[in-house]
């Protein structure tokens, strides 16, 4: 006798001890900010099933011409480390834990007389809560959101004066994850 049955997917195999990956994390940036890098390439490294770290990093880099003369320059460089605890419910997984990122900005402007820098450094750390959803068994997409703990310091210098301003706040935050395991 044969069998006409057709399955659009198998079932996922979350029993490794060990699962390594690479994807991207789309970030959604604040509109009145200086725009963060809004990609991040990330490496998640799932151990037991239960436990994942995540590092990740994005840059940009950007200038800025009128009449043909150079007016700005902008580059930023973001570093991050998410460490989350997980639980696997056949195609799906969620997770909980903390995410921590750092991004540096630099900006010079040209046009300005005399020209000047601005320099930012801003830390968040806070806890996040996220969603997976395995389509086949190395490709995944994943919605976060987090509450964050914002620290900022940053400086404006033109010729020999610097203004320095520190502020400290909370926000939230959303991403759309990607995920492509090994």
Known sequence: MQSNNVYSQKEVD?????????GIDLKFPDLDQTPFPPTDLIL???????????????FSYR???????LDEKNKQFRYSLGIYWLKNFNKSAMYLGVHIDNVKTRNEYFLIAPPSKYTQDEFRIGPLVGLEYRFVDKLSVGGELLVLRVTTKSHFTNSNNTVPRNTKGWKTANSIKLRFYF
């Not at 979350?14 to 690479?22: D, E, L, V």
């Not at 200038?63 to 003369?69: I, M, R």
């Open 14 to 22: 979350h029993q490794s001890n060990f699962n390594i990956g690479i």
């Open 44 to 58: 998640p490294i799932d151990i037991y099933n239960i436990l994942r770290i995540e590092p990740g990093f994005g």
């Open 63 to 69: 200038e800025e011409f009128e009449v043909n003369s």
